[in-house]
């Protein structure tokens, strides 16, 4: 028997240009597909990981995927706002450790504005609980300075010291500008791959500094309010869009979510955020599927080249196992030749997919992370990898059952008898 493989052992290096792409074309399969169903998996966890360290997200009453759309995305705009003495309640809280209020409704060039407190670049978390960087400059001090995201600043092409204007309200080119009150930026925040990337940062009081002198989303008419003026206002703001809270315990997050919906003063509503995103992952993230499912059928495509590869290879070989059989081959022997053929052609293609895909991910995973805020693991492989390439591998075997069924039909006469 060693004899035998020996011999197939030469027969497949004679034929290693065909097999040696057949063997690529499975490793890039199998590459592609531990890519996507890694992307998938991460990407899952990444986008729950968009707010990490916030145990409520409180906003006026809504649905819990509606305030996450727009308190944490930046996406669409509330219904409703909070008032200003609401949100002071939970950050007097005695269960509440930190609080951050955020305001929004401006924008700048399709950017929207974020009016906070310099709380946020202390609590604020993302991922497994990153704190925000800032890759120069300093975090906003004075009413009129603005603190970027790293993808506003790359592409508005903005440095420190750049003074810039507000519009007024969500949406593209159009929009009313606080010209009168422009704004200077003093920080830029180094790149996180979530939706702080695409917002800029300004004081609370410096959203309330420029709406003074606006009445109904207007400016006022015959009126207006110099910027150097605005300090002798009481900018304090009279609502806001939403509060990011920090308990000291999480074990009481159900309580205070319990006490500030039943708040009878104002209606609210507290979201916990891990909650509400795989509500909204449902709804996003059907695509996933169908990447794994593209990718599944191309490794079934480079399992069909395997086969034909071999099949084809066949007409060739007739003699090659008809000699098999002279010299003491049984035709049960043919057929574990060809299917072991298949099957270490099939393992040879898994083991240089999955190197390919470790490589890969060590070169790419702190980019990815960094411009679409993916913690890619850098692990050779997972367990639920290791379930795929499993079936991957199995499939391969029965695969190759064609080909050595095939192989064993093919009689000693057939593969003697000279052909005319």
Known sequence: MRHLFHL??????NRRLTLGLTLTAIALSVTLLLGVERLRHDA???FSLSVSGTDLVVGARTSPV???LYAVFRIGEATNNIRWESAQQIVN?????????????DSHRGFPVMGTSGAYFDHYRYGDSQSLILQSGNPFRDTFD???????????GYHLGDRIVLSHGMGGAGLPEHHDKPFTVTGILAPTGTPVDRTLHIPLEGMSAIHLDWVGGAPMPGFAIPSEYVK???LTPKEVTAVLVGLKSRAAVFRVQRQINETPAEPLLAVMPGVALEQLWHVVGVAEQAMLAVSAMVVAVGLSGLVAVILASLNERRRELA???????????????????SLLVTLGGVMLGVLLLFGATLLLAPQIQAAYGIPLRTMLVSWEELKLLAVVIVIGLLAGLIPGYRAYRISLTDGLMPRI
Do not use: C, N, Y
């Open 8 to 13: 197939a052992w030469r027969s497949a290096w």
């Open 66 to 68: 509606q305030l996450m």
């Open 323 to 341: 000699i098999l059989r002279a010299v003491g081959a049984r035709p049960h022997d043919i057929f574990l030749l060809m299917t072991g053929e």
């Open 146 to 156: 603005v603190v970027l995201g790293a993808e506003v600043a790359a592409t508005l």
């Open 93 to 105: 809280h005695p269960l509440v450790a930190w609080a951050v209020p955020i305001s929004l409704g």
């Open 232 to 234: 002798k206002f009481d």
């Open 44 to 46: 899952h966890r990444g």
